[in-house]
């Protein structure tokens, strides 16, 4: 059903923040759409040719891509060509006003167009600073670029991921760092804000994706090494096992995580091998179990092979062991649990019609999000956010005739 209500004003939790998102690609936008969603009033600047991502696939002849569509909602487009002095001079009377910028520029490159921290918090000493890079700067990597590709091979992923499949290094089929850090780069910025409302004054935030994503590797693997001198080797095997996968059943493939004892106990017995749980050491307890595990998940695919789906759902009590369906991405969008929240929702884009959106995945009894700007056309915004920060018509005008800036409906700036 396509959602046609009138939206009304934000009440989300940030709402009265304003960003400067300097970001493309996947990592930072994917951070400012955060911000947005939450009632933040986004800025979108970019270059002339906007961001590259807006032309990746259907619709992106219109710059409307599905990629950009899916980091870019609730956001306000300008165009500003930072390398004419009339353009970094607009920019630089934006960020007067702003609480956050965002940015993935490299440092060096933001300090050679007069935009590092020292100079923007000389304009505005509340602007919270957050720059998004591939390694810490403190570090002999620090002018390197960085992609989701490479950090998932410098960390390590890329290797665990071959080795737990007995296979060649592989990266995962989703921009798993891009995201992963946009997301603690969403919470770097609400903390950097929370602490400006203590002090009054803002700061520079660094966010080094090598450094956000070892946790994430090493949290589970670092495994034996945790000590010194190591008292086991690395990886958690459970994790490393090659049969830790969807397991096949008679018409389909399922989730089934057998763990704990009283799981053990309630599986071997509806398969008819509950006396394994005291005859065979390999059961006795989670260490065990762990040690021995590539024969335990053996044993459980070798079973759920002989029943459907549903009999097996039928028969482990729910609540008890947890056996869940493994969705595709075609079946995902008909789950009777999304349907039911409402999660995924069909709205009318003004340039390109129907589309499909997630909900903001939090729920709020009191600053509840209502926010809902469409994903914008390059520079749709640009009149309007200058206009805001005192611009007149005619020196907006002025600006898009030196190419110092470009809007979407050059109309616009008649207003």
């Known amino acids: 059903m396509t959602d046609t209500t009138p939206q009304p004003a934000s009440t989300g939790p940030l709402h009265g923040v304003r960003v400067l998102d300097l970001t493309t690609v996947f990592m930072g936008p994917s951070c400012t759409q955060l911000l947005g969603d939450l009632g933040a009033d986004v800025i979108k600047v970019e270059a002339p040719g906007g961001d590259s991502i807006r032309t990746i696939g259907p619709c992106g002849e219109l710059g409307l891509g599905p990629l950009f569509m899916g980091l870019n909602r609730n956001k306000r487009s300008i165009v500003l060509d930072l390398k004419k002095p009339e353009g970094l001079a607009a920019l630089k009377r934006l960020a007067q006003d702003a609480d956050v910028l965002a940015t993935n520029v490299r440092p060096a490159g933001m300090r050679r167009l007069g935009l590092a921290f020292e100079q923007l918090s000389s304009l505005n000493p509340r602007l919270v600073y957050a720059s998004m890079v591939g390694f810490s700067q403190r570090g002999p990597y620090a002018p390197k670029a960085a992609f989701d590709d490479m950090i998932q091979a410098a960390t390590g992923l890329s290797a665990v991921v071959g080795q737990s499949a007995n296979d060649e290094p592989r990266y995962l089929p989703i ?131 002989h029943r459907t789906t549903a009999e097996w759902r039928a028969l482990l009590p729910e609540n008890e062991i947890v056996i869940f369906p493994m969705h595709t991405l075609d079946s995902l969008l008909e789950d009777e649990h999304l349907k039911a929240t409402g999660f995924f929702r069909r709205s009318e884009h003004p340039s390109v019609g129907t589309i499909v959106e997630t909900a903001v995945p939090s729920e709020w009894s009191g600053t509840r999000p209502t926010q809902h700007k469409p994903v914008p056309r390059l520079g749709e915004h640009t009149a309007e956010v200058l206009r805001e920060a005192g611009y007149a018509d005619a020196d907006i005008e002025a600006l898009i005739d030196q190419g110092a800036a470009h809007a979407a409906n050059p109309k616009e700036t008649k207003k």
């Open 175 to 305: 921009t798993i760092a891009d995201r992963s850090v946009g997301l603690y780069a969403f919470g770097v910025i609400s903390a950097a804000l929370y602490a400006r409302e203590r002090t009054g004054v803002g700061q520079s935030v660094e966010i080094p994706m090598f450094e956000t994503m070892i946790p994430y590797v090493l949290g589970d693997h670092l495994y034996g090494h945790t000590f010194d001198p190591p008292k086991a080797g690395f990886s958690y095997p459970r994790l490393m096992s090659p049969d830790r996968r969807p397991y096949k059943t008679k018409d389909g493939y399922v989730c089934c995580v057998i763990y704990t004892d009283k799981q053990w106990d309630i599986f071997l017995n509806a398969v008819g091998k509950g006396e394994l749980r005291q005859t065979d050491p390999r059961f006795a307890s989670l260490r065990s179990r762990t040690q021995a595990i590539n024969e335990l998940y053996k044993l459980v695919a070798d079973e759920l092979v």
